[in-house]
């Protein structure tokens, strides 16, 4: 039987204090690159809060937008810590999937994604393996929660290190368009590794 701990990477009290500048609107551990840009130039943000969220008080979504000049802002997040650029989080474990609930509003030809890295550092080339990576897309509107998991498929058979998820509203390569809104929460690694649970310990 697979045992799931129910600790959600996205959860009502994981949500940054909107007290720097510019505001952070996205959720603890998380980062959105064009938190920056959005905030100087004036545009709305590319993360947000959402409330009430599938059975907490809150949830993430992101909004794919258009910036100064007709730019192209893609509504993403990731784990990570934006003090250090550390991409990710520390994670030892092999789940077999990431699961959690989300919305979709698609605008033409566009499709969103939510995607799973699990890495280790090699010490012996200096550079990162990847040692299970997994994506699942979604290519319709979707007005109401929904269950959604991301298979993890392994290259290795080493632990990982980190783990990291990126949440894209935009994700076509034909056209990825302004308005494209990707709304996520209740995000949790599920599956047994070893004989043990995996856990889903963010820290």
Not at 89 to 117: C, H, N, S
Request: proline letters at 7%; hydrophobic letters at 35%.
């Amino acid at each position: 039987m697979i045992r799931v701990r129910s600790t959600s990477l996205i959860a009502s009290s994981k949500w940054k204090t909107a007290s720097s500048t510019p505001v952070t609107t996205d959720p603890s551990h998380w980062n959105d690159r064009f938190t920056g840009p959005t905030y100087y130039y004036g545009t709305e943000p590319t993360c947000e809060q959402g409330t009430p969220g599938f059975t907490g008080n809150y949830y993430a979504r992101v909004i794919s937008r258009t910036g100064p000049g007709g730019v192209f802002l893609l509504g993403t997040m990731a784990t990570g810590d934006t003090a250090s650029s550390r991409r990710g989080f520390p994670y030892t474990w092999r789940p077999a999937a990431l699961e959690g609930q989300w919305q979709y509003t698609i605008k033409p030809f566009d499709m969103g994604e939510v995607t799973v890295a699990l890495t280790r550092w090699n010490n012996a080339t200096g550079m990162r393996d990847q040692i299970a990576y997994g994506t699942v897309w979604i290519t319709d509107s979707i007005d109401s929660w929904e269950p959604f998991q991301v298979t993890l498929d392994y290259a290795f058979p080493d632990d990982p290190d980190t783990a990291i998820v990126t949440v894209n509203a935009s994700a076509s390569l034909i056209a990825m368009a302004p308005g494209s809104t990707m709304s996520v929460d209740e995000l949790k690694f599920t599956g047994i590794a070893g004989v043990d649970e995996a856990p889903n310990a963010f820290r």
